[in-house]
């Protein structure tokens, strides 16, 4: 096979040019200065590993070997390539971000996990290409990277120097907010008069009292109307890479804006209405007025809803305590159950403060999930729902497991209503990997120790079953 030696620069141009630019949106958000990204000379020496023996077969500027050419062979090669690229573009997530940022978190993690499991190059590529298999060199060189790369953008601090290496990390005790800005973005979060029949406010479907959710399928909107695609919930949401299942929504703000405006949720004709019935409250005018010189706007009322959606973590889980030091925080079984969290790829996606939310990731990726559930939605475009991207197809958001045991039901259809099978879900569909019925158990027990915290007590919801 030929291999691919274009100079670092021409890859990293051609990466940025080739990244749709919505992704390259999502890639801008929350870029660290220059002078704070990884040094090219350090990103080189892992950069060289990967041109050399993992470009090939997971990026878009390969050329086919020569053998591609005998029948048969072409269709088994080109459906290798497809699968490499959807399991990961180095292209987008790594060579990408060494220009001007940081290589993000999920990408991390999957380097480490394959180097640690020793599953890439796979056994039948290293068979026709001798020498393309990592050397202990390659090895130690690339988990060393993880682990200088991971603890200077993603350790979040309070994690006990044992376990600062996790690819999970310890939610915050708080975040910095605008506090003026959070009070009235709490009392406009829970104001029907942003619906159009005044029935509805946003915390209708994202409730207090179930984990900031509504623990349904489909969410109620106006009118009796449902939508077809799960409401997640909006605790830790500000950890979220993007907004909404198919990322439409770039951040908190935009994402505050989609729902009054949507036609089955909250149904507003536009924001001239909804400031027209606020402007009559001449009390929360006046509190407006005190913020935001210019008073209502649409811009000023998503920007106070984003401020106080800040405020929404949940730290202080079992397992927050456990990375922080206190070995008696979780269970033998429920350590156990992390470890296999971490060996069944879960950890791979599932990654950081919020356990998820850091990238797009297809359902079908091992098997094909929609065939065999049938029943076609329109939200199973996933994220070219957004981009009208073909290559999107299927790929959404991964959601955030923190306090997964209360914000049941499960995945963006909603049709999985147990940890159990939430678990065997993964292990069929994403992971390639069968779950057995007692690791099953034993990750669910694990899933248990992320429920957290808000304002000093414990969250409420109801648990879900086994």
Known sequence: MKRIFLPLAALCAAALMAMPSEMQATADQG????????SMEKFQEVSDIVLDKCMACHSRNYDLPFYAKIPGIRQIIEQDYRDGLRAMDLNQELVGAAKDRPVGEVAVAKMEWVVLNNTMPPAKFTVVHWGSRLTDKDRETILHWVKTTRAAYYATGP????????PLQPLPSHLAVDVK??????????????????????????????????????????????????????????FNVRQFWDGRAADLQEQAGGPPLNPIEM?????????????ADEALTAEAGTIYADGWTAQ???????????????????????????????????????????????????????????SFE?????????????????????????????????????????????????????????????????????????????????????????????????????????
């Open 181 to 238: 800005k959070a009070a009235l973005g709490e009392k406009l979060f829970n104001d029907k008069r942003l619906s159009a029949d005044g029935t509805l406010a946003c915390s209708g479907c994202h409730l207090y009292e179930k984990a900031g959710t509504d623990n349904s399928r489909f969410s109620e909107g106006i009118r009796k109307q449902f939508g077809d695609i799960n409401a997640p919930t909006v605790f830790n949401a500000v």
């Open 300 to 358: 000023n009322i998503t920007d106070a809803i984003a401020e106080y959606e800040k405020t929404l973590i949940t730290p202080n889980s079992r397992f927050d305590k456990w990375l922080s030091g206190d070995d008696a925080a979780i269970t033998a079984e429920e350590a156990e159950g992390y470890r296999l969290f971490k060996q069944y790829r879960c950890a791979s996606c599932h990654v950081g403060r919020s356990v998820g939310g850091q």
């Open 267 to 279: 149904g507003c004709s536009g924001w001239e209405e909804i400031i027209a019935r606020l402007s």
């Open 362 to 466: 297809y359902m079908d990726l091992k098997a094909d999930y929609f065939a065999e559930r049938g029943n076609p939605l329109n939200s199973d475009k996933g994220l070219m729902g957004f981009t009208g991207n073909q290559d999107d197809l299927h790929r959404f958001k991964v959601p955030n497991l923190r306090n997964v045991e209360l914000t049941h039901p499960y995945m963006h259809d909603g049709t999985v209503t147990t940890l159990d099978e939430s678990v065997a879900v993964m292990g069929r569909y994403l992971s390639g990997i069968p779950v057995s019925d007692g690791d099953r158990r034993l990750i669910v027990a694990f899933l248990r120790t992320l429920t957290g915290e808000f304002q000093g007590k414990p969250l409420t919801g109801t648990p879900v079953e086994r």
């Open 159 to 166: 994690a006990a120097e044992k376990r600062a290496d996790e």
């Open 31 to 38: 870029k660290k200065p220059l002078e704070q990204v990884p």
